[in-house]
């Protein structure tokens, strides 16, 4: 059986705060470490009230530091909201913690609304426009000491110098990332869990275009899907109701809480909001492990998946928590004493 991976977006719900919802991560990640997950990775996003994920590098820390044989990582650091450098140190430190350990996912949108993304940037010298290709580049560049004689960073180390950066990987949507991370030898996770765009054609070009790297000799394709587990299709789908009223929540450009199933239940959903739950149920995975699994094979298969990663955006920890637990079983984790 192939790799099960979570991502984590420290979701707040309508119960819950910021903090508690902080604390539940490092609460999750111990759990999945002792399920036998292979990889742990939070979000960045910002200006979201339904999300407390907005620093990555210091939660990666939090929870390496809580817990003993998974990879913790981003997934992703959103590279246009920082400078290389700054990136580069800080998971050089993370790396130098927690050796062997640290994986660095970089995102090329902003994780947030157009002027929060500004806030975020107006100190830079460049706000506007799509530079991720050359921040990129640049962090290679601080890694690789690849600054030509005559440039003003030719003498700028990454500190620490004697550590170096964690496994990379490129996150992406459709089919750009996908051959960025071929042509430079990354790995590659495709975010199904938000994207409308079929993840097979992605992966197989990301597999088929691969070029071996110093950090890297064959292809990591990584599959990101939403999923909802639990004992019974019923619960599951009473579960998911918080993902439904959520999403149609967003697309309303309402950005909230994540509800509880039971303010779900008493809430007037309208034709377009039903419309709108139909079109995200064709990408969430509601069910008992059994049909969750019936639905996976075969997109793992498509894909060619070397692992998957989920993510599951629900109102209440321990159903969560559960909801991993009955993936472990049936991906055949082992569980550790």
Excluded at 134 to 151: I, M, N, T, V
Excluded at 155 to 184: E, I, R, T, W
Excluded at 314 to 329: N, Q, T, V
């Amino acid at each position: 059986m192939i790799s099960l991976s979570v991502l984590d977006l420290s979701p707040v719900t309508t119960g819950s705060s910021g903090p508690q919802a902080l604390r539940n991560s490092i609460d999750l990640g111990r759990f999945a470490d002792r399920l036998g997950f292979t990889r742990y990775w939070v979000a960045e996003h910002h200006n979201m009230p339904n999300i407390a994920s907005s620093a990555p590098d210091i939660m990666i820390g939090q929870i390496a530091a809580a817990t003993k044989r998974m990879h913790v990582g981003s997934g992703g650091v959103m590279l246009p909201n920082h400078a290389p450098l700054q990136v580069a140190e800080r998971f050089k430190v993370l790396e130098a913690l927690f050796p062997g350990r640290i994986d660095l996912g970089l995102g090329r949108a902003p994780g947030t609304d157009p002027a929060t993304s500004y806030a975020l940037r107006r100190r830079q010298d460049d706000a506007t426009g799509d530079d991720f290709l050359d921040r990129f580049q640049e962090l290679l560049a601080f890694e690789g000491r690849l600054f030509p004689e005559s440039h003003p960073f030719r003498k700028v180390n990454a500190m620490p110098a004697d550590v170096p950066l964690p496994p990379l990987f490129l996150l992406g949507s459709s089919g750009y990332s996908a051959q960025l991370a071929a042509h430079v030898g990354a790995g590659f996770s495709f975010a199904h869990h938000f994207s409308d765009f079929d993840p097979v054609g992605p992966m197989m070009t990301y597999r088929e275009q691969f070029k071996p790297s110093a950090t890297r000799d064959k292809p990591l394709a990584i599959l990101a899907l939403h999923v909802v587990c639990a004992d019974t299709e019923a619960e599951a789908e009473r579960l998911a109701t918080s993902v439904d009223l959520n999403f149609a929540l967003r697309r309303q450009g309402r950005y909230q809480p994540i509800p509880s199933p039971e303010e779900a239940a008493v809430h007037s959903y309208s034709p377009t909001d039903r419309a709108l739950i139909g079109q995200n149920r064709a990408r969430l995975v509601v069910g008992t492990k059994d049909k969750v699994m019936a639905h996976l094979e075969p997109l793992i298969e498509a894909t060619q998946a070397d692992e998957v990663m989920i993510t599951t955006m629900i109102y209440d920890h321990e159903a969560r928590k559960h909801s991993y637990k009955l993936m472990a079983k049936a991906f055949g984790l082992e569980e550790s004493k």
